[in-house]
Structures are given as structure tokens and as C-alpha cells.
Nanobody, 126 residues
Framework: QGQLVESGGGLVQAGGSLRVSCAAS????????MGWFRQAPGKEREFVAA????????HYMDSVKGRFTISRDFALNTMSLQMDSLKPEDTALYYC???????????????????WGQGTQVTVAA
């Protein structure tokens, strides 16, 4: 019965910033690692970032390191992804997801995530 709802996508010029957020409800997501994935047209869904529930360790795909920052508010059951220095290649549908996995090798795999949001579109114009 858990639900994840994304918000905050939109259109931005290259070099600009956007913040996407995810609201979690319906179960004990405070005990779940939560992550962001994205999928561009014609491409496979790819891991972007994740934050573990226990250690609060964060993980990022190489191409967004130093530009994106993932954060969680455990009290409010929300998660955000601050995206700076955006590039046209960041254009995609961004999904919020939750998993009980806590090791890097498992956290980066979409198949290990049990809960998914509907996605929010991020478009970066050149």
C-alpha cells in the first residue's frame, strides 16, 4: 500500500537548476533506501542517486557527481534531488523509488526496488 509521488519537474535552460521531490506514504519508508532513476526516450532506465535509510550514505552515478545532491527528511518522509549545472543529456522522466537494499551493488539496480512513483519530467534546453 505504499505510495511515492514525485513533484517539481519542469523545463530549464542548460546550466540552470531544478529540484525534484518525492513524498512517501502508506508504509514504513523510513526503513527503506530511497533512490532516483531516470529514463530518456529510447533508453533504458538508469540509476541516478540513492540515500540509505540507516547509514544515510549517498550514492551517485558518475555523470551527476558534483552536480546533483540527494537528501531526505525522515520526519516528513520526503526525499529531494537538487540538480545544478543541468545539461541537455539530463533530460528524462525522473522516478522516485524505494528498496530494502543497502549495498551499492544492489542499490543501483532498478530490479531491487519494490516501490515506484509515476515520474516527473525534467527537460533541459540547450
Amino acid at each position: 500500500q505504499g505510495q511515492l509521488v514525485e513533484s517539481g519537474g519542469g523545463l530549464v535552460q542548460a546550466g540552470g537548476s531544478l529540484r525534484v521531490s518525492c513524498a512517501a506514504s502508506g508504509r514504513d519508508f523510513e526503513f527503506y533506501t530511497m533512490g532516483w532513476f531516470r529514463q530518456a526516450p529510447g533508453k533504458e532506465r538508469e540509476f541516478v542517486a540513492a540515500i540509505e535509510w540507516g547509514s544515510r550514505i549517498t550514492h551517485y552515478m558518475d555523470s551527476v557527481k558534483g552536480r546533483f545532491t540527494i537528501s531526505r527528511d525522515f520526519a516528513l518522509n520526503t526525499m529531494s534531488l537538487q540538480m545544478d549545472s543541468l545539461k541537455p543529456e539530463d533530460t528524462a522522466l525522473y522516478y522516485c523509488a524505494a528498496t530494502r537494499a543497502t549495498t551499492y551493488g544492489d542499490v543501483v539496480r532498478a530490479l531491487n526496488y519494490n516501490y515506484w512513483g509515476q515520474g516527473t519530467q525534467v527537460t533541459v534546453a540547450a
